[in-house]
């Protein structure tokens, strides 16, 4: 009986062993292959910025090609000297937002999108410029494009065929008064519903008068015939005005 228990006894004795010497095993497994893994990250992280430093460095990545389109009144030399992108400069640092920025300065230009092509190795700029949509008198003839913004001072070569804004001073226009700006907006949308509509089209109007008292008072081309369209409820004051024009018009030729 006491042999067979001190075999027993060994025998437990054996098993615990081997349990211990298991975990041992266990932990230096995951050790060695968190090592393992912590090795490749760092061997990939020390690839990836060599790569990452060549490719900075090398001239194949150079802008080889500048591309603008959608340009009408500003000029390419003048958008190419605003964005100012060195052809020695590398394709991929280069800050497209940046450019975009830039580019914006141009008093033409109203939108633009500024991307990569990496077949041709060049930056292609696309323009959308303001469109003027009438004139406005302050020190000097300046051009409101669809959005009401003033942008730039009419010069010889610009549109000049347009209706001109009238009433309002300089500062409250550089300022951005808040009733100056809802007076252009709204003399810009009044001259939009009128169009090339049946009765008087906006072709026909000479001047907008804007008042903060009396709103808007438009003058005809020719007779010069003013017609005072206060503010609000514009497209129904101009159905108003489209079966009294033909009257009005006879009036004024037989003065």
Not at 28 to 54: D, E, H, N, P
Not at 106 to 112: D, S
Request: proline share 3%; hydrophobic share 40%.
């Amino acid at each position: 009986m006491a042999h067979r228990n001190r075999s027993r006894g060994n025998g437990k004795t054996r098993r615990r062993g081997g349990k211990k010497a298991g975990g041992i095993k266990g932990w230096a497994g995951k050790i060695g292959r968190a090592v393992l893994s912590l090795t490749l990250l760092a061997s990939l992280t020390i690839l990836g910025f060599t790569a990452y430093r060549y490719f900075q460095r090398t001239t194949d990545l150079n802008v080889g090609e500048i591309k603008i389109m959608g340009c009408i009144n500003a000029t390419e030399t003048e958008l190419l000297n605003l964005a100012g992108i060195d052809f020695k400069a590398s394709l991929m640092n280069l800050d497209l937002k940046e450019v975009g920025e830039r580019l914006a300065r141009h008093p033409w230009v109203e939108k633009t999108k500024v991307r990569r092509d990496w077949s041709r190795m060049a930056v292609i700029i696309e323009v959308q410029e303001r469109v003027p949509s009438a004139l406005i008198l302050l020190e000097d003839l300046y051009l409101v494009d669809r959005l009401g913004e003033v942008f730039k001072k009419a010069g010889p070569k610009d549109r000049l065929d347009l209706p001109v804004l009238t009433g309002l001073q300089p500062r409250e226009v550089r300022e951005r008064d808040k009733e100056a700006t809802a007076l252009i907006l709204q003399a810009l949308e009044l001259l939009g519903l009128m169009g090339d509509g049946r009765g008087l089209s906006s072709q026909e109007i000479s001047e907008v008068h804007l008042s903060r008292k009396k709103g808007l008072t438009l003058f005809t081309l020719g007779e010069g015939v003013p017609i005072h369209m206060g503010s609000g409820k514009l497209q129904e004051k101009i159905r108003c005005l489209e079966k009294v024009w033909p009257d009005v018009q006879r009036k004024y030729k037989n003065v």
